[in-house]
């Protein structure tokens, strides 16, 4: 554990230093600016997330992986309480300037290895998008995921997006590199281990390589 601490360490400190240089370049693609095609892109990833998803407006909503808050802002406007979640201390300071206007949205950060935070059967729903990728441990991928379990409701749903590969083979990944994968069969896998009702694993969704998994608690 004290490896996997270290590899997380060196990723919060990697993330905090790309927030710090360029926020808009190390979550996206336009160097210091938000783009008609950042808003283009978060309007098509919402979607793409609350498809299959009956939303409702009292419902209490978890950003796992929430960065900037890119789309914590418009999911806002669907539920009546979102917790936006980051292991970057610099991405919650970042998100709370991006968010400023929001007042349903709670920013917190945790300790990049599990959503020990927040007390059994809170949230109505969690999502979860280009999160699973960056974390550099597959035991923390699944621990994360049973998490989920725990902070969902009896009946609540979570929307988990992940790459498709067999990158994490081995366990573990380098800490400098931010795009492991794991297969479609290891992420089932997984979702079944943590008690989650498969509703439908999808790809093709927004990019060919990315694996969606739209999941239910019972």
């Not at 979860?128 to 550099?136: G, K, L, Y």
Request: hydrophobic letters at 40%.
């Amino acid at each position: 554990m004290n490896d996997v601490r270290k590899v997380i360490t060196a990723s919060q400190n990697k993330w905090n230093n790309l927030a710090e240089e360029d926020i808009y370049k190390a979550i996206w693609c336009s160097r210091g600016e938000v783009t008609s095609d950042w808003d283009e892109a978060t309007i098509q990833c919402l979607e793409v997330i609350l498809k299959s998803i009956p939303i409702q407006p009292e419902w209490k909503v978890l950003d796992l992986g929430c960065g900037i808050g890119r789309l914590t802002k418009p999911m806002a406007a669907k539920c009546s309480e979102i917790i936006g979640v980051d292991f970057s201390v610099e991405m919650i300071e970042q998100a709370k300037k991006y968010l400023t206007s929001v007042c349903n949205v709670r920013l917190v950060q945790n300790n990049g290895m599990d959503l020990s935070l927040f007390e059994d059967s809170y949230f109505d729903f969690v999502y979860s998008m280009i999160t699973f990728q960056h974390i550099p441990s597959l035991a923390i991928v699944e621990n994360y995921v049973s998490e989920v379990a725990r902070i969902l409701k009896s009946g609540g749903y979570a929307k988990l997006q992940t790459c498709d590969g067999d990158s994490f083979a081995s366990g573990m990944i380098s800490p400098t590199l931010y795009h492991g994968h794991i297969s479609k069969y290891c992420f089932q896998r997984i979702l079944n281990q943590a008690n989650l009702s498969i509703i439908m694993i999808e790809m093709g969704l927004i990019r060919n390589d990315w694996i969606w998994a739209t999941v239910k608690k019972d």
